[in-house]
């Protein structure tokens, strides 16, 4: 056996017995599931930053096309893209202290996960909405309708953000498309991490 793999034994060997730990295992668990939410959301981030450079795109061919009017319109479609990307890139992912683990439990990361998955089933909806408004652009009919529309989509889907924290209790999920809930501004993230703790 290379010192590589004695190695990578010894460290396999290692982590098994710290897992074995009271705590350390459940604590490590936590963190997994921590990191598969943060790179779901990311992944989610992602997808909808390939639609907003699509919809800039359009953004510039109205421009172009000396189509000033509409201008103000479709930049706060972009900016309403760009508000939504920044919330699901920088949500809380169920933070707590290590020795406070009792205060997040897996459950209620997995409510968490189940409810950013639903979300993210949810946002191919503006790429359809970006492509209808796209269509209307070129053919010259139905434009605002089809704006109109994609600006009911992103703000179904920030309503629906809205009610993230609550999911983690079990109590929200996402919203049937058009069934827009309310925002609860107390309930718009979970509480920052204590830094002197």
Do not use: C, W
């Amino acid at each position: 056996m290379s010192l590589v793999d004695s190695a990578k034994s010894g460290l396999s060997a290692a982590g098994g017995l710290i897992d074995k730990l009271p705590v350390i295992g459940d604590y490590r668990s936590k963190e997994m599931r921590r990191d598969a939410d943060k790179r779901l959301r990311e992944a989610i981030a992602r997808r909808l930053e390939s639609y907003r450079r699509k919809l800039t795109s359009l953004e510039r061919d109205l421009v172009s096309a000396g189509r000033l009017r509409s201008l103000p319109d479709m930049e706060r479609a972009v900016g309403r893209l760009q508000l939504l990307i920044d919330r699901i890139r920088t949500a809380a992912y169920g933070y707590a202290p290590f020795f406070d683990l009792n205060k997040v439990r897996e459950p209620e990361l997995e409510r968490l996960m189940a409810f950013d998955q639903a979300i993210g089933e949810k946002v191919d909806e503006i790429n359809g909405r970006i492509d209808t408004l796209n269509a209307a652009m070129q053919s010259g009919e139905g434009y605002q309708k089809a704006l109109d529309e994609l600006m009911e989509a992103l703000n179904v889907l920030h309503a629906d953000f809205d009610q993230r924290s609550q999911a983690m209790l079990g109590a929200g999920m996402p919203s049937d498309a058009g069934d827009a809930v309310m925002p609860d501004p107390s309930l718009d993230s979970l509480p920052a991490p204590d830094p002197n703790r």
